[in-house]
């Protein structure tokens, strides 16, 4: 066991209900607080001097000066493992370019599946830790990352294969999910549903077989896979034993409630979701996920997260991290700015990178600071948590802690 402390304060996040608004004094501060920890998970919480008192003979991990701790967040949305750039899709967009005119000068998702099927394991590997690291440096020591770059066989494999080789050379955890279909590939011969098909007949079973990802996601939207080819698609995962998540509502309504249908751990984007369909989603445990790094790097507006808080649903804020829509990467910095457009309290935008995104991921050992949790956290050196989101993401993270241990 071991004791880490004093804290000025230590923000538990614990007993905050799963759904629904919250207001900050509902927030459990510990002034004075430490840590206990037993291997990887928190013992116990609570006066530092107490804490220590009533456990003689133990280590002790002194904190210089004031800090305080928080627990390590959760990202929920990423796509981090990917070749190339697009830098010039993005400077086209500003410039006034449409999708269609990016797509045909070579931009667009279909241009991240050549950069990253022509890059080598090697160099995806090396990148995607990198982002990783970037990751961890922010206090999120829970990624969850997707294929959908690759799009046949041969590619996804190498995605999820490298996710998971990853995996092995950090200590941050990675959630891996398969997203092949992101997007029918060009050189697929075939309509969509035969895409889709041949993901279930071809890819799945090999993700299986290699315990490559026990998720399944899909892009439903005009210009990718249409609502009922999708429905369709994810009860077959469903019966292949995955998770389901969905890219839902970015640009058009109605796939959040699909993903409602089926069972899905969580629907992203929500962009476009209209007021019945934020009710249907505010009845039902899929989690709503505000992805606010999208809306920033398209310049489109934010995810309705206020009306879903207020109508009860489960909202988490994930960063959405990509090539193309959310190069941004710093969830912190993104979560901030979506609190102060559509009004969240600091209690909803914790609780949303904290055990709201955990739940989304199926994992309700971490997000908050209380016995038995995963023993992940981050500290600042700051007297007053509500200066990490104040500083918009500039307040760095002093300490990151996974299984108890400074890395
Ligand atoms: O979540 N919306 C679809 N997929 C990604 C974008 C991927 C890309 O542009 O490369 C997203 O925003
Ligand atoms: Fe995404």
Known sequence: MKLIGPFKQVVTLANLPLRGKL?????EIIVDGGILVDENKIHAIGNFDTLKSENQNIEIETIEGEQIVLPAFVDSHTHICFGGNRANDFAMRNAGKTYLEIAESGGGIWSSVQHTRNASEEELLKTLLERIEFLISLGITTIEVKSGYGLDVENELKMLRMIKKAQEKTQATLVPTCLSAHLKP??????????????????LPKVKEENLAKRVDIFIEKSAFQPEESKV?????????????VHADQ???????????VGAKSADHLEATIDEDIEFLAQSETVATALPGASLGLGEKFTPARKLLDAGAIVAIASDWNPGSAPMGNLITQASILATFEKLTTAEVLAGMTFRSAFALGLEDRGRLEPNFKADFVTYKTNNFQN????????KAENVYINGVNI
Do not use: C, H, M, P
């Open 186 to 203: 060009r050189d697929f011969e075939g309509s969509n549903e035969e895409y889709l098909q041949y993901i279930l007949n071809e890819i």
């Open 251 to 261: 640009f058009t309504a109605g796939s959040s409630r699909i993903a409602v249908e």
């Open 233 to 245: 698609f994810l009860l077959k995962t469903k019966e292949l034993g995955f998770e389901i998540t």
């Open 23 to 27: 207001s900050d004094e509902q927030i």
């Open 388 to 395: 990490v989101l104040y500083n918009q993401g500039s307040l």
